[in-house]
């Protein structure tokens, strides 16, 4: 319990951080510093980035865009698709945000061994399942709190 309330402490500070620094959720900060590092990706690969469902981080693009932060427009590449860019203001909050503790979780888990990967994933659903806690959508840390 003492790592769960450590992780939880952490990511419920760093987003209040985030919130007083550039006016951004913790949410709205990961996805605005993974469109930066991926710019022009698609909606669904921001998702896959971010470990979230598509749906989800389309309504923090949507904020994003909303704040002038982002914008979505026809990928050059490919006409069929939407490339997700930054703004010059969305830039600028970036580059004075630092990394949030849910970037620096998700920098940690995609570091771990496959095994210890998977040993982990196992052990967090058989956690939430014997809790009774996975009725509820799976949504990015605290950003539910915000509808």
């Not at 982002?70 to 909050?93: C, N, W, Y």
């Not at 620096?104 to 570091?111: Q, W």
Request: aromatic residues 2%; neutral net charge.
């Amino acid at each position: 319990m003492e790592s769960l309330r450590r992780i939880v402490q952490a990511l419920r500070q760093s987003a209040l951080h985030s919130e007083t620094v550039s006016g951004l959720t913790g949410a709205q900060a990961l996805v605005l510093r993974t469109i930066g590092d991926h710019e022009g990706a698609s909606v669904n690969d921001l998702a896959a980035a971010t470990f979230t469902h598509q749906s989800t981080v389309s309504e923090v693009i949507a904020k994003l865009e909303a704040r002038g932060l982002a914008r979505r427009a026809r990928s050059p590449e490919d006409g069929r698709k939407t490339a997700v860019t930054l703004t010059p203001e969305g830039r600028q909050i970036l580059a004075a945000s630092p990394p949030t503790a849910n970037e620096k979780l998700m920098k940690a888990v995609t570091g771990l061994p496959p095994d210890t990967l998977a040993q982990l994933a196992a052990t967090l659903h058989a956690l939430t399942t014997a809790a009774g806690l996975t009725q509820a959508p799976a949504r990015m840390f605290f950003e539910d709190d915000r509808n």
